[in-house]
Nanobody, 125 residues
Framework: QVQLAESGGGLVQAGGSLRLSCVVS????????MAWFRQAPGKEREFVAA????????YYADSLKGRFTISRDKTKNTLYLQMNSLKPEDTAVYYC??????????????????WGQGTQVTVSS
């Protein structure tokens, strides 16, 4: 069993920054492909970013490239999402997710076996 716990969300003004964290417990952190997704009110969950097991490869939603950075620290069993130049449209609940095996694109949500409870990010204009 794998448990994921996000933190770091909050209220920030447009143009500001936040860093989200996701602590993974229960199994070997390095065994999992990790990702961030988000869901805004009234919208479907969407892919934000993903990172390979070794952290050698990262993937981003096209609209977020250059503003968001995903990283992982195997010594802390923690996944991060650094978010800069935040916009009101970034307001959403952000979820971290873990996948044991790759099935298709890293943005394919059904590939991920485990999900956190989410952390709210609100960007005011």
């Amino acid at each position: 069993q794998v448990q994921l716990a996000e933190s770091g969300g909050g209220l920030v003004q447009a143009g500001g920054s936040l860093r989200l964290s996701c602590v993974v417990s229960g199994r070997t952190f390095s065994s999992y492909i990790m990702a961030w997704f988000r869901q805004a009110p009234g919208k479907e969950r969407e892919f934000v970013a993903a990172i390979s097991r070794s952290a050698d490869n990262t993937y981003y939603a096209d609209s977020l490239k250059g503003r968001f950075t995903i990283s992982r620290d195997k010594t802390k069993n923690t996944l991060y999402l650094q978010m800069n130049s935040l916009k009101p449209e970034d307001t959403a609940v952000y979820y971290c997710a873990a996948a044991r095996f790759q099935r298709g694109s890293y943005s394919f949500a059904p590939m991920y076996n485990y999900w956190g409870q989410g952390t709210q990010v609100t960007v005011s204009s």
